[in-house]
């Protein structure tokens, strides 16, 4: 959750309902193969409730899907305008 800023002990909401978050879910199913499916698109935290709602149903899945992937574009463009200002601020005290 490091990538939301969170850190361990942090009240981390789901991201379907804000309730407190108690499972992380795989969007797409974990496969028994070697490959992993444990990256920051693939994983979102839900509460038990929601979690149960994507595990059952496709459709909450796939809005599950869509809504955190707009979480993670928020997260990386705020990442990159932080970025951005950081630079121009370097760079105006280097003048």
Do not use: W
Not at 14 to 25: K, L, R, T
Not at 37 to 46: G, K, M, P, R, T
Not at 67 to 83: F, G, M, P, S, T
Request: proline fraction near 2%.
């Amino acid at each position: 959750m490091n990538f939301f800023g969170y850190a361990e002990g942090d009240y981390i909401p789901c991201e379907m309902c804000n309730s407190p978050a108690v499972d992380i879910h795989h969007l797409e199913r974990r496969t028994r193969n070697k490959v992993t499916n444990d990256y920051i698109e693939n994983l979102v935290a839900v509460c038990r409730s929601c979690h149960l709602a994507c595990e059952s149903d496709n459709s909450f899945n796939m809005y599950t899907r869509i809504k955190h992937l707009e979480n993670v574009c928020h997260q990386v463009y705020a990442i990159i305008d932080l970025n951005k200002r950081l630079n121009e601020h370097r760079e105006n005290r280097n003048k």
